[in-house]
């Protein structure tokens, strides 16, 4: 049997083996009874299934961070159990706990590098935001103390570990050694068998027609249609290719996400949801608290808000307006590039950065001419339009395609 291309919900043959190894755990919570040394035999032997093979470098790249991370966390802890707080020491463990990352972000975006001793391996960007959470914390005295095994199975908790959804260590703590009623763990059977099938509709039928049908007809016409205008010139064909790319990045990946959370309930852990039917959004920062949003809550609170109170602190800005807007910049952009170190990924961190600054302009505006705009099902309809066009738009940016269709013309 050839295990090698068993990445997490890749295919459907997949989750046989998984629901295999699901079962023991699935009847024992049923019953009352949480299976924890299972629990982690069967995490191990799914990421040594990932890692099996050609990938067995990747592995031996996680044992090693995360061991890093681990010395890390507990090195801060127990600075911080002595009764020590120096603002540098935190900074320096923040700093250290990202370098591995920011590393790989190089070596990727830059493989004649040739950064020694670094290897990408799935779940690197989860881990670490992870870590950087619970060190974060523990120096505001929200996290007291850190169970070993609890933090590892926290870290390394399989159906989240290669792209989310981001949990936080105090909720995983308070479900990951008790068992759930058995009228709670039912429902919690009816929610994953429902994520289930939502994720198969999303990933693997509506994803594959839009990202393995019809994108490639599309985009291929959208080049034709460019190198025959001689480079970027927007194209009924460009536009489809915005439409349908966009679609096919929400199925993907709502689909993946609803894949983390189903299997997470039937192991009787409520992973948090990852969207929210974010193209009924009607404006651009009510799209990011449905969109992907255990990662722009995660950025928000440890990015936006440690970012803001530290300038409000040092007195950076006398406007508190400015303020939120170099907030705003250096959160996307700090998004942009954990995407990747490309131009699009950075033009998209900006461009919605923007976007949101316009918003609150916006927001502003009506508030000083409260009564003179008018606010109906009209103006609803058209502010849900007019979001998910921007996003949209934005999207094609994140797709690198406009790269693509100038370069391929050039």
């Not at 050694?177 to 994720?199: C, M, N, S, T, W």
């Not at 034709?224 to 199925?251: D, E, H, P, Q, T």
Request: glycine share 6%; proline share 3%.
């Amino acid at each position: 049997m050839n295990f090698i291309n068993l990445q997490p919900y890749g295919n459907p043959q997949y989750f046989i083996y998984l629901i295999i190894g699901l079962l023991p755990m699935i009847i024992s919570l049923y019953y009352g009874h949480r299976l924890k040394t299972y629990e982690v035999i069967f995490s191990l032997v799914f990421l040594f299934l990932i890692f099996d093979g050609t990938k067995w470098q990747q592995g031996v790249s996680l044992l090693i961070y995360l061991a890093f991370e681990l010395l890390l966390t507990y090195g801060y802890l127990h600075y911080r159990k002595v009764g020590k707080n120096k603002t540098w020491v935190f900074y320096l463990a923040v700093i250290l706990a990202i370098v591995p990352l920011a590393l790989v972000k190089i070596q990727t975006a830059f493989p004649k590098a040739k950064i020694p001793g670094v290897l990408a391996f799935l779940g690197i960007s989860y881990i670490t935001f992870k870590t950087v959470q619970v060190i974060m914390e523990i120096r505001d005295g929200a996290i007291k103390d850190v169970k070993l095994g609890t933090y590892l199975r926290f870290l390394l908790f399989f159906p989240t570990i290669s792209s989310g959804p981001i949990d936080r260590y105090r909720r995983f703590a308070k479900e990951c050694d008790i068992a759930p009623k058995r009228e709670q763990y039912v429902d919690d059977l009816a929610h994953a068998v429902r994520y289930l099938f939502q994720g198969f509709l999303y990933k693997f039928v509506l994803g594959w027609f839009f990202g393995t049908y019809w994108l490639p007809i599309i985009s291929k016409s959208a080049l034709i249609a460019g190198n025959a205008a001689g480079g970027l010139k927007l194209s009924w064909w460009l536009v489809a290719y915005m439409y349908c790319y966009s679609m096919y990045l929400f199925f993907d990946f709502a689909g993946y996400s609803l894949f983390a959370v189903a299997i997470s309930y039937f192991m009787g852990i409520h992973t948090p949801m990852n969207f929210n039917k974010p193209f009924i959004s009607q404006n651009i920062k009510e799209f990011w608290n449905r969109w992907h949003m255990t990662l722009s809550f995660w950025f928000r609170d440890y990015i936006y808000m440690r970012f803001t109170f530290f300038a409000m602190k040092k007195k950076l800005f006398k406007n508190r307006i400015r303020l939120s807007q170099v907030s705003y910049f250096l959160l996307f952009l700090i998004m942009g590039f954990w995407h990747g170190l490309t131009w699009y990924y950075i033009v998209y961190g900006a461009f919605h950065a923007t976007a949101i600054i316009i918003n609150d302009y916006w927001i502003r505006f009506k508030k000083k001419h409260k009564g003179q705009i008018p606010s109906n099902k009209f103006t609803k309809w058209f502010a849900i339009f007019l979001t998910f066009n921007v996003v949209c738009f934005s999207f094609l940016i994140f797709s690198g395609f406009l790269s693509q269709l100038w370069f391929g013309w050039k």
